[in-house]
């Protein structure tokens, strides 16, 4: 089983940038695929953004492709999310999953972290 923690969320206007980590313990890291996922107020989760275990594939929403870019080092055992020009609507609980396949999540959840964006 693989634990998950996020981190780097916060509040920032409109047009700024985050960075969220996702900090990943017990198991190799390299085996899967991982993402992140987004969750706003009344929505369903989301798919945001995808990397295959060895980072030579990623994929992204519509919604934040060109603002978003995920990356993971494998040395580290984390998965990140550099967020710019933030807009209001990417205001979420954001989680990474442990284990993506075809953008779609079948593993662990960490407790998310919540990204706030003001006009």
């Known amino acids: 089983q693989v634990q998950l923690v996020e981190s780097g969320g916060g509040l920032v206007q409109a047009g700024g940038s985050l960075r969220l980590s996702c900090a990943a313990s017990?198991?190799?890291?390299?085996?899967?695929?991982m993402g992140w996922f987004r969750q706003a107020p009344g929505k369903e989760r989301e798919f945001v953004a995808s990397i295959s275990k060895s980072g030579g594939t990623m994929y992204y929403a519509d919604s934040v492709k060109g603002r978003c870019t995920i990356s993971r080092d494998n040395a580290k055992n984390t998965v990140y999310l550099q967020m710019n020009s933030l807009k209001p609507e990417d205001t979420a609980v954001y989680y990474c999953?442990?284990?993506?396949?075809?953008?779609?999540?079948?593993?662990?959840w960490g407790q998310g972290t919540q990204v706030t964006v003001s006009s």
């Open positions: 017990g198991r190799t890291f390299s085996t899967y695929g």
């Open positions: 999953n442990s284990h993506v396949i075809s953008n779609t999540p079948f593993g662990s």
